[in-house]
């Protein structure tokens, strides 16, 4: 009994808020402020806010979540290969150095992401690279701890033996690791995806950082430059598209994991737990 | 290797160098050694940010494991209805960006059209704004533990699973019951998660600076432009155009949380072995 009442009310925890930026997202500017938070009220509004969104400043919802994609496509993307590839080699092949590389790796994973985001600007601003997609997508391509999840995730579920018989058989080097060992790493790779996905389509420090031109925005930065709008004289209010927008800017990625749950789950335990 | 070296040995490089120099408005960079070093050091507004991250740490870093570890342990139970939809349930919010996590949380902890603003209406009670300035770490907290919670429990629950039934088995046998299977079987074997998720979490405390940071415009009087450390380096580069104190503001910060996550690190693992 005492466990289904925890787990009640831990499920209410995480469920009000999502469930009040549902409720929320149907109301419209003036109803947000004058209804009960947690139901429906007034007219539902949701696909005139949904609308209202999307052509709201000409549309700079939709170039938004283009370029979300586009970092995400080409930075999670990127850092997903280069995670593969790492964890490969270093798993499968042995070369000087690797005991160094290992220690560099690990150390590199208790190194956040933030720490390095004000030098990376400074340096970038340098070399005149801020203000640019590159800002961005560069930055994103590392993923010390996507490495290391591929690199034990690679240790486990390939047997060296297959990899030999495999080049007993002829395969070059190169079809063995695409025939052979990829379709092996499957699950893996889907787990590191899904979190360099996330953490990309999510990532808001570095982007804020790095860009000044509205233009160049992802959603995370482009909803928080609306919300603030209301702040600054002059600036219309508009929180029900503020609301809308966090809306559809969560819903790709709750799809997400919700469709590939089988693949992250197993990724996840085999991988980044194992010691 | 090449991409590695670009966007993570260079900048640290690039700004140990920047804190060694100071921008002077006659002459443009000089050399000043480690000035910049003790300036952090006596700087109030350095160790009110430091202070207020490690308050957070201690308080909301263990909440939020224990209660992803008490999750963990009910799902790995098997007693629980609906063990499958809860599990996915709890980690959603990870999907959530923290930007519209703390947008979420910030109009609903709002007075405006907020919950607490409806709460106090309809009951006639009074609890305080969460967006006041004596409130406002606990609010973030609990923006944070939302947030992580469930990332958290899926990596313990992930652990629980690989320990061997048979050890359950033979526990059960020697009449064990369930709090001492707990802990004496399944914290000892779920040890080297626990310690990874503890450094993470301490990691992401003293990076602080999402919540903080959207916060700022619903409740402008309740954080300071030097809130946390990472704020307070984002602030004076951008805002103060004090690339060379900011870099330094940084790379402190930066020494600070791995040192301590070596600890950590170095505590859990011999732990670990004693114990074998």
């Known amino acids: 009994m005492m466990l289904t009442a925890l787990s009640s009310i831990v499920l209410v925890y995480t469920i009000v808020p999502l469930f009040w930026l549902v409720v929320n997202a149907s109301k419209t500017q003036s109803s947000l402020f004058s209804s009960f938070g947690l139901w429906f009220s007034g007219d539902f509004a949701l696909w005139d806010n949904i609308q209202q969104t999307l052509a709201y400043d000409d549309g700079v919802f939709l170039r938004w979540f283009g370029n979300t994609l586009l970092y995400v496509v080409a930075g999670a993307g990127g850092a997903t290969v280069l995670a593969i590839l790492g964890g490969y080699g270093l798993a499968k092949f042995n070369f000087p150095g690797k005991k160094g590389i290992f220690a560099i790796v690990i150390g590199a994973v208790a190194v956040p992401g933030t720490a390095l985001a004000v030098p990376t600007f400074l340096m970038f601003s340098q070399l005149g690279l801020t203000n640019t997609p590159w800002a961005v997508i560069i930055p994103s391509l590392i993923t010390p701890f996507g490495l290391y999840l591929m690199w034990t995730f690679a240790m486990e579920a390939i047997p060296t033996e297959l990899m030999e018989a495999a080049r007993v058989d002829g395969a070059s080097e190169f079809r063995t690791f695409w025939q052979v060992c990829l379709p092996l790493l499957a699950p893996g790779i889907v787990t590191v995806l899904l979190f360099t996905v996330v953490a990309t389509w999510n990532n808001y420090f570095l982007p804020l950082i790095m860009l000044k031109n509205p233009d160049w925005y992802p959603l995370t930065l482009g909803l928080n430059a609306w919300n603030n709008q209301a702040a600054t004289a002059g600036g219309e209010a508009i929180f029900n598209l503020v609301i809308t927008g966090s809306l559809l800017t969560i819903l790709p990625l709750v799809v997400a994991f919700l469709l590939l749950q089988r693949y992250w789950q197993s990724g996840l335990a085999e991988g980044s737990v194992k010691e | ?276």
């Open chain 2, 1 to 276: 290797m090449l991409v590695f070296t670009v966007v993570f040995l260079a900048p640290i490089a690039y700004s140990i160098y920047l804190s060694l120099f100071r921008n002077q408005l006659v002459g443009g960079n000089a050399f000043v050694g480690f000035d910049n070093y003790v300036r952090a050091f006596q700087d109030t507004q350095f160790w009110s940010g430091l202070g207020r991250v490690s308050l957070f740490l201690v308080v909301q870093v263990p909440i939020m494991l224990g209660l992803a570890l008490l999750i963990a342990l009910a799902l790995d139970s098997g007693r629980l209805y609906g063990k499958k939809f809860f599990r996915i349930t709890v980690f959603l919010p990870y999907a959530v960006p923290a930007v519209v996590a703390a947008l979420m949380w910030g109009f609903m902890y709002g007075s405006r059209f907020g919950l607490i603003g409806n709460f106090n209406d309809a009951l006639g009670t009074a609890i305080p704004e969460p967006l006041a300035p004596e409130w406002i770490l606990l609010a973030i907290g609990n923006i944070v533990t939302w947030e992580f919670m469930g990332y958290n429990m899926l990596i313990f629950y992930s652990a629980l699973r690989v320990v061997p039934t048979s050890l359950y088995e033979a526990a059960a046998l020697d009449g064990a019951g369930t709090w001492r299977v707990i802990s004496a079987i399944k914290i000892p074997a779920i040890r080297g998660s626990l310690v990874v998720a503890t450094i993470f979490s301490i990691i992401g405390s003293f990076q602080l600076f999402n919540e903080p940071s959207i916060l700022q415009s619903l409740a402008p009087n309740s954080i300071t432009t030097y809130f946390t450390p990472n704020l307070y380096a984002y602030n004076l580069s951008f805002s103060g155009q004090q690339y060379n104190y900011s870099a330094t503001v940084a790379i402190i910060m930066g020494v600070i949380t791995m040192v301590i996550a070596y600890v950590i690190q170095i505590r859990g693992m011999r732990r670990g072995e004693a114990g074998k």
